[in-house]
């Protein structure tokens, strides 16, 4: 009888431990649970909180829009008067599909640069012929001097004429050529300015205050390059050029890149800060310089402060810093961040997370597009890009929402832009306008644009054209066109050498 209840003892002791076991284990389940609970609530709290500060109501929309307009109205009438520069190009002339002849441009505006021949056939035909070469600037030349950098361009675009059209020494041509130059220029005329200051690596001190066009004009002179530079343009009017050539309603053009930029054009009697120099001009392009544009109603959050606080440039490209594409892949680098340590969703995170411009713009934008059940690119970029391995799916997802509010916000802030410049003109479809003539309910209006961000990323330009519906209404919306120029902003001043020129003798 003791035997058999010394192992009822020993019975109810191995269940008894077994029990406290299944008890701390049990707990430790519900701990981890818990845990797991609230670290998920905290990145949702993050998240919810970031799209709070994001918001772009219709009625926000419609304040930038307004605000937009005022801008451009007080950069009008003074320097400095604005955030927005809103300078005068003098370019009052736009091609139209008339032009004839074999004309050249020259694109620079970063590491690379490009040559181009463009023919013309005259009576509303397309471009007959189109050759372009990229050459890349060697590294040395960009902190030289402007003889060594322009005389390095001049002879790679003599090669180019030569290889197009065999030219021989001493030819009594004299051809046009079209020079877009994607830096900060104050200019003088359509063919002459002078550089405000270097950007993109470049830093050429002895340019400082010379006529950019002299000096590429003294280069193709010492080259023995009989071309004349007919025009001064940066890439935003070379987009509206071409965007005219083709259809002749485009009123304004808008670059949504690495940068972005827009201008438009403008009647001469509403450009107050110049009005003694206009008298003879019917309708001038105006560069707005509008990655610039600030107003309160611009929705900002703390990463957004905070990257403006770290950039070379604070306090200034307030609009470029929300929607270009410099930008975007940042700010979700920053919120993802901050989830990941102060939630833990992300496991073991690496440094890589927390480095500055870690995650470019593109590679958002394949994680936000990507369309896998199982979100295979986000898990791909993660792994291969930011090192962070084996992110469950749920956390997968938090990543695409986080992509979206960005974009959304971007995208939607582009579109109030694009309407305030139209309302600005009297092309949004409003009445009346601001010079007290009612505007044409039904104007067909296009926006020409280009940029790697537009033409690259599919939900963001659905995201534009539907705040431009919202903003407008149906209605009215379907009288603006926006089109993809696709790259042609060197096209574009080929087509403005063409356009200035087309009267003039002596140019082929």
Known sequence: MGGGGGGRGVWFGVAAGCAAAACVIAAALVSRRVKSHRRWQRAAELVAEFEEGCATSVGRLKQVVDAMVVEMHAGLASDGGSKLKMLLTYVDSLPDGSEEGIFYALDLGGTNFRVLQVQLGGKGSNILKQKVERQPIPQELMISTCEKMFGFIASKLKQFVEREEGLQEGSHKTRALGFTFSFPVRQNSVSSGVLIKWTKGFDIEDIAEKDIVECLQEALTKEGLSMQVAVLVNDTVGTLALGHYHDQDTVAAVIIGTGTNACYVERPDAIIKYQGL?????????????????????????????????????????????????????????????????????????????????????????????????????????????????????????????????????????????????????????APSTSGHLRAQSKRSVVAVEGGLYEGYALFRDYVDEAIVEILGEELAQNIFLKSTADGSGTGAALLAAAHLSNRKGYI
């Not at 019917?282 to 950039?311: A, K």
């Not at 979206?404 to 309302?423: E, F």
């Open 278 to 430: 206009l008298t003879n001009y019917g309708g001038m392009v105006i560069n707005m310089e509008w990655g610039n544009f600030w107003t309160s109603h611009l929705p900002r959050t703390s990463y957004d402060i905070d990257l403006d606080e770290d950039s070379p440039n604070p306090t200034d490209q307030g609009f470029e810093k929300l929607i270009s594409g410099m930008y975007l892949g940042e700010i979700t680098r920053r919120v993802l961040s901050r989830v990941a340590v102060e939630s833990e969703v992300f496991g073991d995170v690496s440094d890589k997370l927390s480095q500055p411009f870690a995650l470019s713009t593109p590679l958002m934008a394949t994680m936000h597009e990507d369309d896998s059940a199982d979100l295979r690119e986000v898990k791909r970029i993660f792994e291969q890009i930011l090192q962070i391995p084996d992110i469950p799916l749920k956390t997968r997802r938090l990543v695409v929402k986080v992509c979206d509010i960005v974009t959304r916000r971007a995208a939607r802030l582009v579109a109030s832009g694009i309407v305030g410049i139209l309302k600005k003109i009297g092309r949004d479809g409003s």
